[in-house]
């Protein structure tokens, strides 16, 4: 049976029906929800979908959000949602993918990224973290460092690559694992950044054990179900529908409106400009949508990221000027440990320094560049000598 | 990366706008294509540019009538295909793909619209669409080609009465490849033989579409429509061609990044592909979020205009404001890049360069639609 988005809609309905949302409380409606398998329909049944078409999400989100129904606050759980979810759902096992898709779904269990390394950020695949194989005990022993890890403070669970075999070249000898953030041996350490809170970390493996059932694909192939995590990573920012003048654009645009003292021609002048770069911008966005809506995915989606970080900068920048002597006053320095990226209730100074790690998170503006110009247009890569070396024998 | 909420009072613009492209226009954009492809090729361009008249009427009677591609904006009850400003769109992205030298843009579009808008004034007008829509007229208004939409329009040529005109005109693009003029006078609307006219063609920048200066002595026309609704038409002609001109624009921009794509890749120095090379990977992956987000731009506009969209003006004012710049980087990046080929006449880089920076004059330039952005979006210069 294929679902329409009539079946779709009245599912919908059922199911305010059955928890209006008024009268019942946010967490049991989320776990109505998921349920009913109105979470992501495109998943299997059971598993928080029904194994519709993709697309008809729409339908529901927008039938949800007219209703006043709860989210999920997905900005606290975006990592397991747009990375860890779809990884697992792809190389789950099915005991895995039962353990872990609901809670993950309900926010009850935030998730984190355990990729970066000090020496292994853009050429991830160098990554020197170890985990060897406790044949007996059924378990891998970890150590390592990673660093940058977001919300790792908040996490309950790990999407975390290891190195299991260090004589093949660096591609190859890579594992996938879910690691457990309570296991001993895991210390997470507040890695205060440019806005001067700690929204990311420094995490040290020591002697952690992950039983083998919480390794996700075969051993030596975590390079493949790294990339689609790392895939997931970067469209999901590209799918984001805004309305006109919605994301970085808005503030700026108020106080143009509200504040006539801030005005001068040259500012003027850059805000136009950035306003209708949005505009075109929101637009591409939502004709990328449209063409995954239609079933003709184009490669636009590589490049929503770049736009949106150089966006944000330019935006946030322009925006710290034209408040001019309030552009020199910043809200707080005080270390912090936010759970979520927070662009809407910060001020102008917050959003500039944010900004800055739009272009270097999930890949940075020089990589993604990379991959558009090989993948997009096919021109030739640069000739690479590592490709072929056990990674052992790699300079580091 | 966090959507804010839009301002109050701001209401989202309508909501369903079609981006894409459907079955149909894709069988048009088929047709045009492999039309051009056959008589179109830049040599044959760039040698007829040479005689000084680069227009093909041979490739106008065909694009024209046998294609249809004249009467897209005509309703069928004047003999035209009742398509709209979408699928003129596409075939304007061909056309822009091509530098087709054809007078597409100032006959089917900004001749056309005015025309139907002034249809309703009495049957001269009417009759003349039943003529452009076939092909079997080229009709041309005698306007400047920079004149942009929301510009105070020129001043009216003199009708010493009974529509027996005279005044100059100055940049007036295909004026050479009409049969007809469509010049705006104090009495109104009036069509003029073009024959009645004194052509001085002027050396333009861009080849491929040419420009004259028009002057009328004592010229006889037929009046069209009253002042107002002359006006009111050529307003919203000039609407409709800078929305549609954006399309020209991204099918220019397009041929550029594809060939010099095609021409790094195979172009060897250091003994590897120029186009391996870092610095230049990453121009074109610029130049090619340039164009896809251009064709988002250009797709709004062009489904704007096709809905008749209450917020068309705003859409069109973004669209020449994006369009115009990447069309222009385009083609200037395609110069670069070929290095000293792209510099020399036999390579086509410059007929695109030139007709980008055409294009940037044309219907407004970038920064007349940003003050008309400023104007739609409320947001107020000092
Ligand atoms: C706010 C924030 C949150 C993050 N959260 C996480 C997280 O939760 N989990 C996680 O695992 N990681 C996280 N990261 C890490 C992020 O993925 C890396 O920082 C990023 O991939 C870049 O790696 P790097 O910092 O080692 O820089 P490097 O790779 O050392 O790069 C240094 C510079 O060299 C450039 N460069 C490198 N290689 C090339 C090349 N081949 N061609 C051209 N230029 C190149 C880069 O673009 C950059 O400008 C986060 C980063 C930030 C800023």
């Known amino acids: ?396 | 990366m966090t959507a804010l909420p839009p301002r109050p009072g701001h209401p989202a613009p309508r909501a369903p706008i079609d981006l894409l492209y459907s079955g149909t226009e894709d069988e048009l954009r088929a047709a045009v294509r492999s039309l051009l492809a056959d008589c179109c090729e830049p040599a044959a361009v760039l040698a007829r540019a040479e005689t000084g008249r680069p227009h093909d009427p041979q490739l106008w009677h065909t694009l024209a009538a046998g294609i249809g591609a004249a009467g897209l904006l005509v309703p069928e009850k004047l003999g035209g295909a009742g398509a709209g400003h979408r699928e003129a769109a596409v075939v304007l992205e061909e056309l822009g793909r091509a530098v087709a030298p054809v007078p597409y843009l100032t006959g089917s579009v900004l001749a056309t619209e005015i025309l139907l808008a002034c249809a309703c004034d009495g049957p001269e007008a009417a009759d003349l669409v039943r003529e452009l829509a076939v092909g079997r007229l080229v009709c041309v208004p005698a306007l400047p080609l920079t004149l942009a939409p929301g510009a105070p329009l020129p001043a009216p040529l003199h009708d010493a009465g009974g529509g027996v005109l005279s005044g100059t005109v100055t940049s007036v693009a295909d004026a050479v490849a009409a049969d007809v003029l469509l010049v705006l006078a104090d009495t109104g609307l009036h069509a003029v033989p073009a024959d009645r006219a004194v052509l001085h063609p002027v050396v333009p920048l861009d080849l491929t579409r040419p420009l004259a200066t028009v002057t009328l002595e004592a010229a006889a026309g037929t009046r069209l429509a009253d002042p107002a609704t002359a006006r009111a038409a050529v307003a919203g002609a000039l609407l409709s061609g800078a929305g549609l001109l954006a399309s020209e624009q991204l099918g220019l921009a397009e041929w550029c990044l594809t060939e010099t794509v095609a021409y790094l890749r195979g172009r060897h120095q250091f003994n590897r592909p120029v186009g391996s090379f870092q610095a230049l990977k990453h121009r074109l992956a610029q130049l090619w979020l340039d164009v896809a987000s251009a064709r988002a731009a250009a797709r709004a506009a062009a489904d704007a205009l096709a809905t008749a969209a209450p917020d068309a003006p705003l859409t069109v004012a973004v669209a020449q404001a994006h369009c115009s710049g990447v069309a222009v980087r385009a083609a200037e990046e395609c110069v670069q890049l070929h290095g000293g080929i792209g510099m020399t006449w036999e390579h086509p880089a410059h007929l695109y360069l030139k007709r980008a920076k055409a294009d940037s004059l044309a219907l407004g330039t970038a920064g007349h639609h940003r003050g008309l952005v400023a104007d739609f979006a409320e947001l107020p210069a000092p």
């Open chain 1, 1 to 396: 049976m294929t679902l329409d988005a009539a079946d779709l809609l009245a599912r919908t309905r059922d199911l305010l029906a059955a928890h209006p949302p008024g009268a019942t409380a946010p967490a049991d409606f989320l776990r109505a929800r998921f349920d009913a398998g109105l979470a992501w329909v495109h998943y299997p049944q059971g598993l928080g979908g029904l194994g519709a078409p993709r697309t008809l999400q729409a339908v529901v989100d927008g039938e949800l959000e007219a209703a006043g129904a709860p989210d999920n606050d997905p900005r606290r759980i975006g990592i397991g949602l747009g990375m860890a979810a779809p990884t697992i759902l792809a190389y789950g096992t099915e005991e895995q993918k039962h353990r872990f898709l609901r809670p993950l779904w309900l926010g009850e269990e935030v998730w984190c990224q355990l990729f970066s390394e000090p020496g292994a950020g853009s050429d991830l695949a160098a990554l020197g973290t170890r985990a060897v194989l406790d044949e007996e005990a059924g378990e891998w022993v970890v150590d390592g460092q990673k660093v940058w890890t977001s919300s790792a403070h908040t996490a309950r669970w790990a999407i975390l690559i290891a190195r299991t075999d260090p004589t093949v070249p660096k591609h190859r000898g890579i594992t996938y694992f879910l690691c457990d953030m309570h296991a001993p041996g895991v210390e997470v350490r507040p890695l205060r950044q440019i806005t001067g809170e700690a929204e990311f970390n420094e995490v040290f493996l020591t002697g952690v054990r992950i039983p083998d059932a919480h390794r996700l694909g075969a051993v030596g192939e975590g390079w493949a179900v790294a990339r689609t995590t790392l895939m997931n990573e970067r469209v999901s920012i590209g799918g984001m529908r805004l309305p006109r003048e919605g994301g970085m654009i808005a503030p700026v645009a108020a106080a143009w409106r509200e504040r006539p003292g801030l005005r001068t021609h040259a500012l003027h002048q850059r805000l136009l400009g950035l306003w209708v770069e949005a505009e075109v911008a929101r637009l591409t966005g939502e004709r990328l949508r449209q063409q995954l809506a239609a079933g003709q995915p184009g490669p636009e989606g590589s490049g929503m990221k770049l736009t949106f970080a150089r966006l944000n900068q330019e935006i946030s920048g322009l925006e710290v000027e034209l408040l001019g002597e309030e552009g020199l006053v910043y809200e707080d320095w005080t270390m912090r440990r936010p759970e979520t990226v927070d662009f809407t209730g910060r001020d102008a100074g917050y959003r500039y320094l944010r900004a800055k790690g739009n272009s270097i998170e999930g890949g940075t503006s020089e990589i993604l560049l990379n991959i558009v110009a090989e993948r997009v247009l096919g021109l030739p890569a640069e000739p690479r000598d590592d490709k072929d070396t056990p990674w052992k024998d790699l300079a580091r």
